[in-house]
């Protein structure tokens, strides 16, 4: 006979899998009397597990859903199939990208090791389309989310742009999800400092087990900020362009950010920058709207450039079609 901790994680276990289950077949499986059942229905219930009871012969006790959510059980394979489907959703941008990663940290924190090995082997055995997006290492966004959660300092190598190293020491504050990169928003200890890490780029994140008490962000839309410090501040080139299209239509079609200001109600000025003025021109291009340059040299000559690399291919398209 089991001990009573383990018979009512065993109930709860039967409960969970979505039909009715009489007293007499609970007390079978469990090998106690159906007084006994009646008994650890109750204490499931106090402790605030919804199980509802259903009489007659086609009856019996189901658990239902609740006001709050209450634990839940999962034997080996639902805990690893769980684990790969929150990692999945938190590499697609779906809206829950930052809840199912901390999700997927509290679940590996309690996971046996030969579930995490089955994790990671079946990580290890999906491949991603060349080109797609980049891999995630899933163990560096688990330990940052984990750190963020607890209120813990983290250390971490971090590789600049440039290909330089150094060490870091935060204290952890948001994660953002923008296209398929992550960044953590965080306070750098040693130079008392908001900063924005890409998250592929950090190596080792290593809680420190040192506690800190959340700081106020510097802006409460921390995706707004986290955006602007990670592009603008990058910018090589920069421009401002008059578009021949309502503000609001260019704002949805956008995906970075940009400053756009009204015209009118079919113009708008939209101030914006990138590394190469050859791809931003390209990159406009194909909002399919007729684009004026304001200011920004380098974007006019790449708009120059571009045109001619089209006439070029409108003219040899051409002449092969009519040689």
């Known amino acids: 006979m089991l001990e009573t901790s383990a018979r009512l994680l065993e109930l709860l276990s039967l409960l969970q899998l979505g039909r009715d289950r009489t007293s007499s077949e609970l007390a079978d499986r469990l090998g106690v009397s159906t007084r006994t059942v009646r008994a650890d229905?109750?204490?499931?219930?106090?402790?605030?597990?919804p199980v509802d009871a259903?009489?007659?012969?086609?009856?019996?006790?189901?658990?239902?859903?609740?006001?709050?959510?209450?634990?839940?059980?999962?034997?080996?394979?639902?805990?690893?199939?769980?684990?790969?489907?929150?990692?999945?959703?938190?590499t697609h941008r779906l809206g829950v990208e930052?809840?199912?990663l901390t999700a997927l940290a509290k679940l590996e924190q309690v996971l046996p090791a030969r579930l995490r090995r089955r994790v990671e082997a079946v990580r290890e055995a999906t491949s991603v389309v060349p080109g797609a997006r980049p891999p995630l290492d899933?163990?560096?966004?688990?330990?940052?989310?984990?750190?963020i959660r607890g209120h813990e300092r983290l250390r971490f190598g971090y590789t600049k742009p440039g290909g330089s190293e150094s060490t870091r020491h935060t204290e952890p504050q948001r994660l953002v999800s923008w296209g398929p990169l992550w960044y953590l928003l965080a306070w750098d200890l040693e130079r008392a400092d908001w900063r924005v890490f890409r998250v592929d780029r950090m190596v080792a994140p290593t809680?420190?087990?040192?506690?800190?008490?959340?700081?106020?962000l510097p802006r409460d839309d921390v995706v707004d900020y986290v955006v602007k410090r990670v592009s603008k501040g990058t910018w090589r080139y920069?421009?401002?362009?008059?578009?021949?299209?309502?503000?609001?239509?260019?704002?949805?079609?956008?995906?970075?950010?940009?400053?756009i200001e009204v015209v009118n109600e079919s113009t708008?000025?939209?101030?914006?920058?990138?590394?190469?003025?050859?791809?931003?021109a390209l990159w406009l291009a194909q909002l399919d709207v007729d684009i004026e340059v304001i200011e920004g040299d380098e974007l006019a000559v790449a708009f120059d450039r571009l045109a001619t690399r089209f006439r070029r291919a409108a003219g040899d398209a051409f002449i092969d079609g009519n040689g």
């Open 207 to 216: 809680p420190t087990g040192a506690r800190f008490r959340p700081r106020v």
């Open 41 to 49: 229905i109750g204490k499931l219930r106090s402790l605030g597990y």
């Open 238 to 259: 920069r421009a401002r362009v008059l578009v021949a299209a309502p503000a609001a239509e260019i704002a949805a079609k956008i995906r970075i950010p940009v400053d």
């Open 98 to 100: 930052e809840t199912s």
């Open 268 to 280: 708008c000025r939209v101030e914006l920058g990138s590394d190469d003025p050859d791809r931003l």
């Open 54 to 90: 259903r009489p007659g012969v086609a009856g019996g006790y189901r658990l239902a859903a609740g006001a709050a959510m209450p634990p839940l059980l999962l034997d080996d394979d639902e805990a690893v199939a769980v684990a790969v489907g929150l990692g999945a959703v938190a």
């Open 138 to 147: 899933l163990s560096v966004l688990g330990a940052v989310a984990a750190a």
